[in-house]
């Protein structure tokens, strides 16, 4: 008999939870996971102490949202564009969030200074970053037990997600109330390539 898609995805994530404990038991690094949104579930699960690289801001957003709805604090860096609107949508309690719109050239000392107190950070950085940089930033997420998303390129990460264009429900004929939001995303890890639709909400 074969497992539905819900008994799947609930199989993985009850791997993923005994694979932690093993690991804690061995004596290895600890890393645990983070809530993310029903509609990631399959296909990529935030860890702490890991990094994450996106191409889009909305999947920026919808990673973090997770973390934000099961009571957790967030962060976003470098966004000077950051939509308050469009976070309320993915559910992101702006009461516990926390943004720097413009770092500048001390992005380096916010960020590890965030990951220190916040569950998720998304950056979005300036320029290019290089690895000594990142390295300090890895460090600090593992002994913090943090997760970090960045929007943009990143020297090493636990899994990239690239998004290859939207298509928009609710408008119809050139008049309506927008819906929906569905995007396809491709998750790149060590493992083998996974790519879906999947479904923004948006609401308000």
Same mark, same amino acid.
């Given at each position: 008999m074969s497992l539905t898609v819900v008994e799947q995805r609930s199989t993985l994530a009850e791997i993923?939870? /005994?694979r932690g404990q093993i690991q804690a038991l061995q004596g290895g690094p600890t890393r645990l996971t983070v809530p993310v949104l029903p509609m990631f579930d399959g296909l990529v699960q935030l860890r702490t102490g890991g990094s994450y690289a996106v191409d889009a801001a909305s999947l920026a957003m919808a990673l973090a949202a997770g973390a934000s709805r099961a009571g957790e604090w967030v962060g976003f860096v470098g966004w000077?564009?950051? !939509?308050?609107?469009?976070?309320?949508? /993915?559910?992101? *309690? %702006?009461d516990r969030t926390v943004v720097v719109p413009s770092p500048g050239e001390h992005w380096?000392?916010?960020?590890?200074? %965030?990951?220190?107190?916040?569950?998720? /950070?998304?950056?979005?950085?300036? !320029?290019g970053v290089d690895a000594k940089s990142a390295s300090v930033i890895e460090a600090r997420l593992r002994a913090r037990s943090g997760v970090l998303v960045?929007? !943009?390129?990143?020297?090493?990460? *636990?899994?990239? /997600?690239?998004?290859?264009g939207s298509e928009w429900d609710g408008i119809g004929r050139g008049a309506g109330r927008l819906r929906s939001r569905r995007m396809r995303v491709s998750v790149r890890s060590t493992g083998r390539p996974v790519d879906r639709a999947l479904d923004f909400p948006l609401v308000g």
């Open positions: 993923e939870r /005994l000077t564009d950051f !939509g308050v609107e469009a976070a309320h949508q /993915l559910g992101i *309690d %702006l380096l000392e916010v960020t590890a200074a %965030l990951v220190d107190v916040l569950k998720v /950070l998304v950056l979005r950085p300036a !320029g960045v929007h !943009g390129e990143w020297p090493r990460c *636990d899994a990239r /997600l690239s998004s290859a």
